[in-house]
């Protein structure tokens, strides 16, 4: 199993050029979800999904648009890209929404909005 | 909304010595976990320890260990014979327990581990 896969690792984007963040796992988890971990914060919560056809806003949703048409597949959009949007982001997943304790987190996409 | 404190922006130990990161919650819910996890330089997050809030005893694994303070909302992490590798972010967490859509982190603690 590969897991929980992000690509990129890295990107830069011009304010106002869209993009999407690009999150796979292998595990066959219902859960999956977006973090973004800013300096000096913990993660918080962008969307999640809690499976294929469903997702719901987070914490901090906006600017975001998320879908989730397969069970392995949560990609994440930026729409219009904003200097407010640098971050790390990470993709999750979990087995359940939340019999079992532990989700598993990607190796994260650094973004940087210039 | 429940929140996630950790007062301790850095800590750092001497290799082979014990350290205790501090972490303090606010809920007024009484079914929830507890989570420690580290991310080392490569930014992956890997989970430490976990706790069940309804259990008494503290969760213990290996060389890490919690004292979980359920009255006091108190959450912290002890790590025994530090190692070189323990070298890393900690970040605390809680979640309610049926509820996997609201994961809260504190700002983590970045420990540094002497030779």
């Known amino acids: 199993n590969a897991g929980v896969t992000q690509t990129p690792k890295f990107q830069v984007l011009k304010t106002g050029q869209s993009m999407t963040l690009q999150c796979a796992q292998d595990m066959n988890h219902e859960y999956m979800s977006w973090y973004r971990q800013d300096p000096g914060m913990g993660l918080r919560l962008i969307h999640y999904?809690?499976?294929?056809?469903?997702?719901d806003q987070g914490e901090v949703p906006n600017g975001y648009n998320v879908s989730r048409s397969t069970t392995e597949d949560f990609p994440l959009r930026l729409l219009s890209a904003a200097p407010s949007q640098t971050s790390v982001y990470f993709c999750a997943s979990s087995p359940d929404r939340g019999r079992t304790y532990e989700q598993y987190f990607g190796p994260g996409t650094r973004l940087t909005v210039t | 909304a429940q929140t996630v404190t950790q007062s301790q922006p850095e800590m750092s130990v001497q290799e082979a010595e014990t350290v205790t990161l501090s972490c303090t919650y606010d809920t007024s819910e009484s079914d929830y976990y507890l989570f420690w996890y580290k991310q080392p330089p490569s930014r992956q997050m890997i989970l430490v320890i976990r706790?069940?809030?309804?259990?008494?005893q503290n969760a213990t694994e290996n060389r890490f260990s919690v004292n979980f303070q359920k009255a006091a909302k108190s959450f912290s992490l002890k790590i025994s014979d530090s190692q070189l590798g323990d070298a890393a972010m900690y970040f605390c967490a809680y979640r309610l327990m049926y509820n996997n859509n609201d994961m809260r982190f504190g700002a983590g603690t970045r420990l540094t581990v002497k030779p």
């Open positions: 999904s809690v499976g294929a056809g469903i997702t």
């Open positions: 706790q069940e809030a309804y259990k008494q």
